[in-house]
């Protein structure tokens, strides 16, 4: 086969710079062989001078979806001619679809994932206060959807306040009778959000491998009863889980939401119900090597 033909079935790609050692790949590929389809889905790390000729080649070429990494899930919005419901809420797209006609359609499933990981997990978010670690892009999304889930308050503590306090402020626009606030990453105004939450959901890199030594919490303020929902993959126990789990905590790992987010791409692109046992097996299995 030459090259040519061989990049044919290449149908579906996740970006992002650096890209590292994505799961994307092993997670897609092992459901695309499951379901028997006959593509595959590739990494494709883009630097910044690569982004914008790649995005305007995009509607011309074979690929039919694109998953969307660290740091372009903003930037993509700029070419794409639809926005579902949820990009429009929080602003940034972590799946795109091309259209037969070369339209480009943005899609948000991490924010659907990490719902559906605490409510699988059998986490009732209704009236809950929740404390999210974090303000980035994966926090946005979350913030979004617990808000939808009827959260009872969201309080969210950053290393950088300004962007809590950016993020908070926009959740207040989008619903206008939320309990949103926002506070410093630090042990004293964490105490204090921790006297009344029972959720956290980490959604900072500390703790994320190599750095595996890091938590974003002193676990000193962990109690037994609460949920701890880490969304690192990588370790799957993360120090602050492994805390959590010895407390008598809900440790809840990243890896759920990894396949539930990637299985949502699979109904958008391919209308098919992704096999996310098997999925989530592929991901458990590398991620093992990896430990
Ligand atoms: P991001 O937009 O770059 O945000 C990173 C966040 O981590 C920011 O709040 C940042 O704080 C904080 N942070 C980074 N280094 C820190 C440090 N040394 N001390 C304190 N805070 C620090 O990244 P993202 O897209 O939100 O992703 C964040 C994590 O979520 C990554 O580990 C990613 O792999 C994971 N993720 C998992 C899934 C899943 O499906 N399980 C999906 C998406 C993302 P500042 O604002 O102060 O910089």
């Not at 079935?9 to 799961?23: C, E, F, N, T």
């Not at 795109?96 to 991490?110: F, Q, R």
């Not at 042990?187 to 921790?194: F, G, I």
């Not at 029972?198 to 938590?215: A, F, H, K, Q, W």
Request: include cysteine.
């Amino acid at each position: 086969m030459d090259d040519k033909s061989k990049r044919g079935k290449d149908r579906y790609a996740v970006i992002g710079w650096p890209l590292g050692h994505s799961m994307s790949p092993l997670i897609h590929n092992a459901s695309f062989d499951a379901l028997e389809i006959n593509d595959r889905f590739i990494a494709l790390p883009l630097s910044p001078s690569e982004f914008e000729p790649f995005m305007e080649s995009l509607p011309s070429s074979n690929l039919r979806g694109l998953a969307i990494t660290i740091p372009y899930k903003t930037e993509v919005l700029n070419y794409c001619s639809e926005r579902a419901s949820e990009v429009k809420a929080i602003g940034a797209a972590n799946t795109i679809s091309v259209g037969e006609d070369g339209g480009l359609v943005a899609y948000n499933t991490d924010a659907g994932a990490a719902g559906r990981a605490l409510k699988e997990a059998g986490v009732e978010l209704r009236d809950e206060k929740v404390v999210v670690l974090g303000a980035g892009g994966a926090a946005r999304a979350i913030c979004f959807q617990l808000l939808w889930q009827k959260a009872g308050a969201v309080t969210i503590a950053n290393r950088t306040l300004s962007r809590a306090e950016s993020l908070s402020e926009g959740l207040q626009q989008a619903f206008s009778d939320a309990d949103v606030t926002a506070i410093p990453l630090n042990n004293d105004a964490l105490a204090e959000a921790l006297e009344t939450a029972r959720i956290i959901v980490n959604t900072t890199s500390l703790g994320m491998y190599p750095y595996v030594d890091e938590c974003p919490v002193d676990t000193g303020l962990l109690k037994s009863g609460m949920v701890v929902f880490d969304i690192i993959y990588n370790p799957v126990e993360t120090k602050l889980l492994r805390a959590a789990r010895e407390k008598g905590s809900k440790a809840l790992p990243g890896t759920d939401m990894l396949v539930y987010q990637a299985a949502e791409q699979e109904r958008i692109w391919l209308g098919v119900d992704a096999p996310i046992n098997m999925m989530r097996k592929a991901l458990l299995k590398e991620l093992s090597k990896a430990s």
